[in-house]
């Protein structure tokens, strides 16, 4: 049987959030790499005597290097494996999923992509926050937060400012300050609506709302950290009012 590459996203953190596609190809796969934000839950349909390899990625610490993934990816598929390369939330929003489409590619090796729930849009949906709304929100872009100190970026931070209603940024704990600054900096209000929201989607969620002028404090007395969704914009207002999934964890707390 020939080898193939399936490039498949795990979502934003709870294992019910995977798609049906993404939860056959871990049932069939042969070999599974998966990243360190995939819910372990998700590992347990995988198909006895898999092998599973592990290529989880800390800030500032990589366990495995990109290029080896990719390399091992190819090698596998070529000895005729059904590889699954399992990362969280969707594998082309800032998963390095293109890369290693690109790399099986150039090693004809055949592969597939499968599409997964991308944290900008679960997190902010558990946190009862839509990225659009009919009178709030016709506009939304997904960032990262990486990008906050690239001098080659800085012109995108006027357009983000000025053109966009809501604002989601990945990994952009660490640099939340040099993002606020930027935004306030080419145009946005500092009374605009900020929210962080903590392990979206998983039981331990916790969500912090403020202003891009008052966040900064709010987050360091709540001791929020990575991993932590950033949106900005009106649509955080309603978090309010729709803020569902912490409210209902509170009711099972009290009452499970």
């Given at each position: 049987?020939?080898?193939?590459?399936y490039?498949?996203?795990?979502?934003?953190?709870?294992?019910?959030?995977i798609?049906?596609?993404?939860?056959?190809?871990?049932?069939?796969?042969?070999?599974?790499?998966?990243?360190?934000?995939?819910?372990?839950?998700?590992?347990?349909?995988?198909?006895?005597?898999?092998?599973?390899?592990?290529?989880?990625?800390?800030?500032?610490?990589?366990?495995?290097k990109q290029?080896?993934?990719?390399?091992?990816?190819?090698?596998?598929?070529?000895?005729?494996?059904?590889?699954?390369?399992?990362?969280?939330?969707?594998?082309?929003?800032?998963?390095?999923?293109?890369?290693?489409?690109?790399?099986?590619?150039?090693?004809?090796?055949?592969?597939?992509?499968?599409?997964g729930?991308?944290?900008?849009?679960?997190?902010?949906?558990?946190?009862?926050?839509?990225?659009?709304?009919?009178?709030?929100?016709?506009?939304?872009?997904?960032?990262t937060?990486?990008?906050?100190?690239?001098?080659?970026?800085?012109?995108?931070?006027?357009?983000?400012?000025n053109a966009?209603?809501?604002?989601?940024?990945?990994?952009?704990?660490?640099?939340?300050?040099?993002?606020?600054?930027?935004?306030?900096?080419?145009?946005?209000?500092?009374?605009?609506?900020?929210a962080?929201?903590?392990?979206?989607?998983?039981?331990?969620?916790?969500?912090?709302?403020?202003?891009?002028?008052?966040?900064?404090?709010?987050?360091?007395?709540?001791?929020?950290?990575?991993p932590?969704?950033?949106?900005?914009?009106?649509?955080?207002?309603?978090?309010?009012?729709l803020?569902?999934?912490?409210?209902?964890?509170?009711?099972?707390?009290i009452?499970?």
């Open positions: 049987m020939a080898g193939k590459v490039l498949v996203g795990a979502g934003p953190g709870d294992p019910d959030l798609t049906v596609k993404g939860l056959r190809c871990i049932q069939q796969a042969d070999v599974i790499l998966y990243d360190r934000l995939v819910n372990p839950e998700l590992l347990k349909h995988a198909r006895e005597g898999v092998q599973l390899v592990y290529c989880g990625k800390l800030p500032h610490y990589h366990t495995m290029e080896t993934i990719s390399r091992f990816l190819v090698k596998y598929a070529k000895k005729g494996y059904q590889v699954v390369r399992l990362k969280g939330g969707d594998p082309f929003v800032f998963g390095r999923g293109g890369e290693e489409a690109e790399e099986c590619f150039r090693h004809d090796v055949p592969f597939e992509i499968v599409p729930i991308t944290a900008g849009i679960a997190a902010s949906a558990y946190a009862g926050i839509p990225v659009t709304h009919r009178t709030l929100s016709k506009s939304f872009a997904f960032i937060g990486h990008q906050a100190g690239d001098e080659a970026a800085e012109h995108q931070w006027s357009h983000l400012a966009v209603d809501t604002i989601c940024v990945y990994m952009g704990v660490t640099h939340l300050s040099t993002v606020v600054n930027k935004l306030i900096q080419y145009g946005k209000a500092p009374q605009t609506p900020i962080l929201i903590h392990w979206g989607t998983l039981r331990g969620q916790r969500t912090v709302v403020g202003t891009l002028e008052t966040i900064e404090v709010l987050v360091r007395e709540a001791k929020i950290t990575n932590s969704m950033i949106v900005i914009g009106e649509v955080v207002t309603l978090n309010e009012k803020n569902w999934f912490e409210e209902e964890n509170k009711a099972l707390q009452y499970g």
